[in-house]
């Protein structure tokens, strides 16, 4: 079940449809912390460290911990997130088919250092890896 690369942005607070005024955690479409923790590759009691310290309040019935406030979920995901290890973090970067043939052709070529190709090309795709 665990995910290659942990990207930031999967991670998602959602409004309760069952409880008024409360938030829970969405990990591609998971929000129970065992489903999470596998995901994430941490461990279940420091995903419920963060959600206690941020006040979520476990829901038996429901198998989920909910938040009262939308800027404390975020907090915890910050947090967690800052914990999960570089090796594991993947974010998503959208390419032009120019940059694409850039980096194949940079691959191919290694070590020979004969590209030609627009600067720009090369500056937008640094442009995009810098952000």
Known sequence: MAADYINE??????????????????????????????LVHLEVS?????????????FKELDVYYFTDLDK????????????????????????EAEIEYIRQALINEGVNNLRVNSKVKDNIFKKLNL
């Open 9 to 38: 942005t999967n991670f998602i607070v959602r409004k309760s449809g069952k409880e008024a005024n409360r938030y829970y955690v969405d990990y591609l479409g998971y929000y129970k912390v065992v489903d999470i923790s596998k």
């Open 73 to 96: 979920a975020k907090a915890a995901i910050d947090e967690i997130v800052r914990n999960i290890k570089s090796e594991k973090k993947g974010r998503v970067i959208l390419l032009t």
């Open 46 to 58: 420091f995903i419920k460290e963060k959600y206690a310290k941020y006040g979520a309040e476990y």
